[in-house]
């Protein structure tokens, strides 16, 4: 039941951060109908966002109404949102366009692991990472190769890729969450 699950994800999310702990929301945008594990491969999720509006999105929808700092993306591909097997976590569409701007999530977005199958299977360390970063991701999670994907990316800055403004976009977002606690002093 969505609506139980999204009562129960926010509860959770408010006490932890009662306590002053960051709750991180996962798996963007859900994957609880996945028969598979996108730590073994590529996980399909074959819906359209009507279909992802009322089941998988209503615990992210109730977390970011309840004031959710950071959301995790998870693997998963959504060939009716995206039109490929791209996995979300790469996902302009996913991330940019339905996170950001339709459910007006302004918080921090870390990728699940880059170590796992769903990406290693297709993508280079750095390939990954750039593609995450150029998709929204404000973080990228244990690359399977991080001097790999560390280097892809100062190039990927260097060159043009990646704007500077869009990683310095990123960093304002994590400071906010890192340093939170001192805004008011």
């Known amino acids: 039941d969505a609506m139980v699950v999204a009562g129960m994800v926010t509860s959770a999310m408010n006490g932890l951060e009662d306590v002053g702990v960051t709750a991180c929301v996962k798996h963007f945008p859900g994957i609880g109908d996945a028969s598979d594990d996108t730590h073994n491969g590529l996980v399909v999720i074959d819906k359209s966002l009507e279909e992802l509006k009322q089941t998988e999105l209503v615990p992210f929808i109730s977390a970011i109404e309840g004031g959710a700092n950071m959301i995790m993306i998870g693997h998963v591909s959504l060939p009716q949102i995206v039109g490929d097997n791209t996995p979300a976590t790469m996902s302009k569409e996913v991330i940019s366009d339905l996170?950001?701007?339709?459910?007006?999530?302004?918080?921090?977005v870390i990728s699940d692991a880059m170590d796992m199958e769903a990406i290693t299977e297709y993508y280079g360390a750095d390939e990954a990472a750039i593609r995450a970063l150029k998709a929204g991701a404000d973080m990228v999670l244990m690359p399977e190769d991080f001097e790999l994907a560390y280097e892809g990316v100062v190039e990927a800055v260097k060159n043009g890729t990646i704007s500077e403004d869009r990683i310095n976009n990123s960093l304002k977002r994590v400071f906010r969450i890192k340093y939170a606690d001192s805004v008011g002093e």
């Not at 996170?99 to 921090?108: A, D, I, T």
């Open 99 to 108: 996170l950001r701007s339709e459910l007006e999530f302004n918080g921090v």
